[in-house]
């Protein structure tokens, strides 16, 4: 098939490649022409684990570019939009950028040719784009409109898409029902996973793939819905999160037990500091917003928001509250993207503490693997010094924060962390350590849910511990015991400090702020 995928970002991008690698003649067309010239020349313009590799396998020959979207379409069978849809005013989604590439399409649409809404857009939409297009000189009866939303996440993108969970086909007419069954048959008939040069599959794949068959409206729902439904796990836990904190429960045993009922489910249970990205906050507004456009109010979702915006400051704050005052403090913060394995910025939880913590007057030093130049462009006025190396980023900082659960974080060289702080204070907003752990390397160490711990000695243990996962409290606890000193394990236990560990008088409850 011939496919035309309008609009070169996240979505579109990955799903111009991936559609190629199905073995589909695919154009990708964007109206930014030096993006255009990097696709052509090979280079891509996003982060993302094996865009490279399938770019590399078929750009020039399956898959090519364009800045002209309607040379593309007129060639085409299939046109996938894929352009951004932002926030606008009351939280709507802006859908401006789509009826401009209607507007522009709509005149070349005289061959039979299926319009597929990629991008994440509020119900209905698909009935509006149909009236769009026809307002705008495209011929009746020679195009269908469709909805197939995409489920893909940075950092896992392809395979996500070509080893998806399920595809939603939400056509109202036999036309684009066939048109996207073919599209996807090469997932579904199970036809890719038996080629070699496949992309491996993660473990959940079943060897072929289910195609949920519906109407645009309900797909279009779909997405917003499970977007909202996934973001409301992730607030509630952190609710709960910070209920353990206050009676000095464990929210991962909490998790460990609600996610073991398959009715709840094991995913998206980690509490930190939020979520953030380029779509769960945009479209919790946007679902809030489209629903009570059509007269269904769900304070829910204006909750869930307000939950994931408390928990950054609620997480500054107590940072704040355990050294005393923030002004003149030196602060590491580890990560700056979103999520782990993406250079994105957008909405980051990371970007909002660190510029809280500039704010309340912390000198921050900040280190991300692949960050950086995206952070610096998002902040261009905020006082912050980069770092390419996490030490460089804790030599003599008074806190260290880690905001992004990069697996490079996690695999740090403790003793040498603990040897260039000045103070061996470490707040984990993505719980990547082990509290036991963490106490019994020498650190006093807050995390998201989980008690505080305080280390009884203040420096490493003669046996050193060179890094905190996989290292069990069991295995030191027994290097601790060849080496002469206390277990530390259980040390650290003993040692444990109250959620609300400061120095100074604890506050009541009610006196906190955010709550
Ligand atoms: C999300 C959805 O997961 C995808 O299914 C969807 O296709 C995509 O939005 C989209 O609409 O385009 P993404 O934003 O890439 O994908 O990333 P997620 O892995 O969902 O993470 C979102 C945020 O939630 C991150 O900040 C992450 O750190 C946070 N998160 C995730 C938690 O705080 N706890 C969790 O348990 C899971």
Redesign the pocket.
């Known amino acids: 098939m011939l496919i035309t995928v309008i609009g070169s970002g ?2 579109g991008l990955v799903s111009a490649v991936c559609l190629a690698e199905m073995g589909h003649q695919v154009i990708a067309v964007d109206s930014d022409k030096e993006k255009i010239a990097a696709l052509t020349r090979g280079e891509a313009p996003i982060y993302e684990s094996l865009v490279p590799e399938l770019l590399r396998r078929h750009g020039g020959k399956r898959l090519r570019f364009s800045s002209f979207p309607k040379a593309a379409v007129t060639a085409s069978d299939v046109v996938f939009l894929a352009v951004g849809t932002p926030q606008g005013g009351n939280g709507e989604a802006d859908l401006s950028q789509i009826e401009a590439v209607a507007k522009e399409i709509a005149p070349v649409l005289h061959r039979s040719t299926l319009i597929v809404e990629k991008s ?1 857009v509020p119900v209905c939409t698909c009935e509006a784009l149909r009236e769009l297009l026809l307002h705008n000189g495209a011929q009746a009866g020679w195009f269908s409109v469709a909805s197939n939303p ?6 896992s993108a392809v395979t996500d898409f070509l080893h998806p969970d399920r595809i939603v086909i939400g056509a109202d007419d036999e036309f684009s029902r066939f048109m996207l069954q073919e599209v996807y048959r090469p997932l579904a008939s199970g036809a890719y996973y038996r080629r070699e040069d496949a992309v491996p599959c993660p473990a959940r794949n079943q060897g072929r793939v289910r195609l949920l068959v519906t109407s645009a409206k309900s797909a279009e729902l779909i ?1 917003h819905a ?2 909202a439904f ?1 973001a409301t796990k ?1 607030s509630y ?1 952190n609710t709960v999160a910070r209920l353990a904190e206050e009676v000095g429960a464990n929210i991962d045993e909490v998790c460990a037990g609600m996610g073991s009922d398959p009715r709840i489910g094991s ?4 509490a ?1 500091v ?7 906050p945009k ?1 919790v507004a946007a679902f809030e917003a489209v629903a009570r456009r059509c007269g269904v109010d769900i304070p829910l979702l204006r909750e869930v928001a307000r939950v994931n915006e408390e928990q950054r400051i609620r997480f500054v704050e107590k940072v704040r509250r355990t050294l005393g005052t923030l002004r003149g403090r030196r602060i590491a913060a580890l990560g700056l993207a ?2 782990e394995d993406t250079d994105d910025v957008r909405e980051s ?1 990371a970007i909002a503490i660190v510029c809280d913590l500039t704010r309340q007057g912390a000198l921050v030093c900040a280190h991300d693997p692949a960050a950086i130049s995206r952070a610096r462009e998002a902040l261009p006025n905020v006082p912050i010094t980069y770092t390419q190396d996490p030490y460089e980023a804790a030599r003599g900082c008074d806190a260290l924060l880690i905001l992004t ?1 990069w697996r490079q974080f996690a695999g740090l060289d403790l003793q040498k962390l603990h040897s260039l702080m000045k103070a061996p204070l470490i707040f984990d907003g993505r719980n990547l350590f082990v509290p036991e752990e963490m106490a019994a390397a020498g650190f006093v160490y807050h995390s998201v849910g989980r008690p505080s711990l305080r280390a009884e000695r203040p420096a490493m243990t003669p046996i050193g511990l060179p890094s905190a996962m996989g290292y069990t409290v069991a295995r030191i606890a027994a290097a601790a015991e060849q080496a002469g000193v206390e277990a530390p394990a259980r040390a650290a236990s003993q040692s444990r400090v109250p959620n609300d560990y400061s120095p100074r008088t604890p506050q009541r409850a009610t006196d906190r702020p955010h709550q």
């Open positions: 996240y979505v994440t995409e489920f893909l996440r940075e950092g997405k499970s977007n996934l992730i836990i995913e998206f249970l980690r930190g939020g979520y953030g990205g380029s779509c769960f479209d979103f999520k939880p659960a």
